[in-house]
């Protein structure tokens, strides 16, 4: 296992375009977090899983997005009606919540809208 | 919102100790205190984290105040690989709390 994967590693879409990513975390890691991250900003907390089930969303995560870890493994965040605001890192992450050590990053995938 | 205070920015000069501050006056009995780095186009990468006692791993140590108000993470022999912003956290441990809050943190510069 070599960590958590994101894909793709960029991602220019035009306004008003529909985005997927998608996130492949470690393996025995039941929980699974996504983030945005703007330039010169820390990261901001999106969204996170237990396995299959969504456990909490913030309210930066507006009517257009939307997540999913169907099988409690990889998880895909869809973005509609993608606006240049939506311009970000987005970041996932994955741990094991028996242990409480810390989070998994992957690399992100960064989305340019023009 | 973010429970700590960092500077915006520091340099260390390469093979000395950086010694990153951090202040979390109204941490709580049962939060810990964590660090996180992210060097330039990468995600967040776990360092250390501890409830009261000093900690230590293989990267850095961590030196927390008697009143846990604030903290210091120190990277015993900085590298120029060591460049990267520096997160400091406070959260609940334990799967309570479960989500990470970061600040801006600390932008170091290890200069050559």
């Known amino acids: 296992d070599t960590g958590v994967s994101q894909d793709p590693r960029h991602k220019i879409t035009k306004r008003g375009q529909n985005v997927t990513f998608r996130c492949d975390p470690i393996?025995?890691?039941?929980?699974l977090y996504w983030y945005r991250q703007t330039l010169g900003q820390g990261p901001e907390f999106l969204t996170y899983?237990?396995?299959?089930?969504?456990?909490?969303k913030s309210r930066l995560l507006s009517d257009r997005f939307s997540a999913e870890r169907p099988k409690g493994s990889f998880s895909t965040l869809e973005i509609q009606r993608t606006e240049q605001g939506d311009s970000a890192m987005y970041l996932c992450?994955?741990?094991?919540?028996?242990?409480?050590?810390?989070?998994?990053f992957g690399s992100g995938t960064r989305l340019t809208v023009v | 919102d973010a429970k700590t205070t960092q500077p915006p920015s520091m340099d260390c000069a390469e093979g000395r100790a950086a010694n990153l501050p951090c202040n979390h006056s109204?941490?709580?009995?049962?939060?810990?205190v964590y660090w996180y780095r992210q060097i330039h186009s990468q995600g967040p990468q776990y360092i250390i984290h501890?409830?009261?006692n000093n900690e230590t791993n293989e990267m850095a140590s961590l030196i927390i105040t008697e009143d846990r108000k604030s903290s210091t993470l120190i990277l015993p022999h900085a590298t120029l690989r060591d460049t990267a912003v520096y997160y400091c956290?406070?959260?609940?441990?334990?799967?309570?709390?479960?989500?990470?809050?970061f600040g801006k943190g600390t932008r170091l510069h290890i200069l050559p």
């Open positions: 109204t941490i709580s009995g049962n939060e810990y």
């Open positions: 956290i406070v959260r609940v441990g334990m799967n309570r709390d479960d989500k990470i809050i």
């Open positions: 992450a994955s741990r094991d919540s028996l242990f409480d050590y810390g989070y998994t």
């Open positions: 393996s025995e890691h039941n929980r």
């Open positions: 899983f237990q396995n299959e089930a969504q456990l909490e």
């Open positions: 501890g409830l009261k």
